[in-house]
């Protein structure tokens, strides 16, 4: 039921992109991202509701394939903020839990 | 600063006892979240609660157990600790139904168990 992100790591210089994928094998109601940098509480980014809406937060959007179960985030033009570990976190339409994902640790160096 | 507040933010104790973790939710949200996350791994549900009932319950071990009081906070029961315990536990809390809005979490309870 846990939702599967990857890739597991991701290492960029400032500036450049990345793609962090979701998928789960259940039909989704929504689909949550959270940043956690060490140490701190995960941080909300945004949520998608609806299939194939995209939704922005500064420079970072993502898709929700709903039916694919799968969501994307998209970080363009990396900043050393966005460094962190990233979680998508999704609920089914017949649950309210919201289980996260296995994560993505991502480093961003200058 | 989230408005999440848990208590105790660190806790070191013995195999076999047992503590109680604290979550005062923010002002007006109804549901509260328990999560536990070991060193390094992810965040794995425990069990939810919205205006004082249990909504929806994750792999919760039958050692642990939570409840949701008339002033909406929260407490998260954890008995004949193991060192496998040994985490960090947060609280979230929402408005209503998770598919109407975002997370708040509190800094997280860490739990050391000797």
């Known amino acids: 039921q846990q939702p599967v992100q990857s890739p597991q790591a991701v290492i960029l210089r400032e500036g450049e992109d990345a793609v962090i994928n979701c998928s789960s094998s259940?039909?989704?109601?929504?689909v949550h991202w959270y940043r956690q940098k060490h140490g701190e509480a995960p941080v909300f980014l945004m949520i998608?509701?609806?299939?194939?809406e995209q939704k922005g937060h500064e420079k970072i959007s993502a898709s929700f394939n709903e039916k694919k179960q799968q969501s994307s985030l998209y970080l363009t033009a990396s900043q050393l903020s966005y460094s962190g570990t990233y979680f998508c976190?999704?609920?089914?339409?017949?649950?309210?839990?919201?289980?996260f994902g296995t994560g993505t640790r991502l480093q961003v160096f200058p | 600063d989230s408005g999440v507040t848990q208590t105790p933010k660190h806790l070191i104790t013995a195999t076999g006892q047992r503590v109680t973790l604290r979550c005062s939710p923010r002002?007006?949200?109804?549901?509260v979240y328990w999560y536990q996350q070991s060193l390094d791994q992810g965040l794995q549900f425990l069990i939810q609660?919205?205006?004082?009932?249990?909504?929806a319950k994750g792999n919760i071990l039958e050692r642990f157990s939570a409840q949701q009081f008339p002033d909406l906070h929260s407490e998260l029961n954890l008995s004949s600790l193991e060192l496998g315990d040994s985490a960090l536990y947060f609280c979230?809390?929402?408005?209503?139904?998770?598919?109407?809005?975002?997370?708040?979490f509190g800094e997280g309870s860490r739990l050391t168990v000797l």
């Open positions: 979230a809390s929402t408005g209503g139904g998770v598919g109407t809005g975002e997370l708040f």
């Open positions: 259940k039909a989704l109601y929504s």
């Open positions: 998608l509701l609806k299939g194939g």
């Open positions: 976190g999704t609920e089914s339409r017949d649950t309210d839990k919201l289980i």
């Open positions: 002002s007006g949200d109804l549901s």
């Open positions: 609660y919205y205006n004082g009932e249990e909504r």
